[in-house]
């Protein structure tokens, strides 16, 4: 209610509880069954944890409750919802067999390994730092996806990135983590010598980073590794 974005408070938290149980109930019809893994938390239907995306697009709609599950519907055949909606595919049947009961999504195969690729190549000293912290970049990234950087990013920016990822690509999503890194590569630096990395990238706001700002230099990103990337992504259903 603080971003002023709905009417009535009582209405809209119904509407949202029902959207999500929609969602739920949806996504469950396409899940496969819980002996195919040893995972406890692959073992239930219901996906573990808050589903910002349909919340963020509940948001987006005004909580309108049509407008929000008619959009999360249509959406949820397009690859791209594969990134940004994670609970879409929570033991998915499009989902390769040893990639589903591994637990593990996309967002951490596919985006960010693609995202330490550009790192490594073009960032090697922020690459550096997180080998030298012993801690997965791609883990930093799936924190901040799987929240759809809500407490990490304005609202106006939440909205700039799903938007770009979806008009623009889905590769924008590797380009957007690369560029937050970059914009954050002196802070990057500093709690490495301190220590606290790990923790500052986890607790810590993504202060001065404004999307549109940084378009150009993901354009960039996009001509030198779209061929790559974007091929990669889009072989969600594949082993």
């Known amino acids: 209610m603080h971003l002023k974005l709905l009417n009535s408070g009582s209405d809209a938290s119904e509407n949202l509880t029902h959207l999500l149980k929609q969602c739920g109930h949806y996504l469950q019809q396409q899940q496969r069954g819980g002996s195919y893994s040893t995972l406890r938390f692959l073992r239930t239907?219901?996906?573990p944890g808050f589903d910002w995306f349909a919340s963020t697009i509940f948001l987006l709609m005004n909580g309108n409750l049509d407008r929000s599950w008619r959009f999360l519907y249509q959406f949820s055949m397009l690859i791209a919802?594969?990134?940004?909606?994670?609970?879409?595919?929570?033991r998915s049947v499009h989902m390769?067999?040893?990639?589903?009961?591994?637990?593990i999504l996309p967002v951490f195969s596919s985006t960010g390994?693609?995202?330490?690729?550009?790192?490594?190549?073009e960032f090697p000293l922020i690459y550096s730092a997180f080998r030298m912290?012993?801690?997965?970049?791609?883990?930093?990234c799936e924190n901040w996806l799987r929240q759809c950087f809500w407490n990490y990013l304005d609202w106006m920016d939440i909205v700039h990135y799903i938007c770009v990822c979806i008009l623009m690509g889905i590769d924008y999503q590797v380009?957007?983590?690369?560029?937050?890194?970059?914009?954050?590569?002196?802070?990057i630096l500093q709690h490495l010598q301190e220590q606290d990395l790990i923790i500052f990238l986890k607790e810590e706001p993504l202060r001065g980073f404004r999307v549109g700002e940084h378009l150009n230099f993901m354009k960039q990103l996009e001509k030198k590794?779209?061929?790559?990337i974007l091929s990669d992504m889009q072989n969600i259903s594949k082993p």
């Open 45 to 47: 239907k219901t996906y």
């Open 81 to 90: 919802s594969g990134y940004l909606w994670l609970p879409r595919l929570h």
């Open 96 to 103: 390769p067999t040893g990639l589903m009961t591994s637990g």
């Open 113 to 121: 390994h693609n995202v330490e690729l550009v790192l490594q190549s």
């Open 133 to 140: 912290s012993g801690y997965n970049v791609a883990q930093i």
């Open 175 to 187: 380009y957007m983590c690369v560029a937050i890194l970059k914009h954050m590569q002196q802070d």
């Open 225 to 228: 590794f779209r061929k790559t």
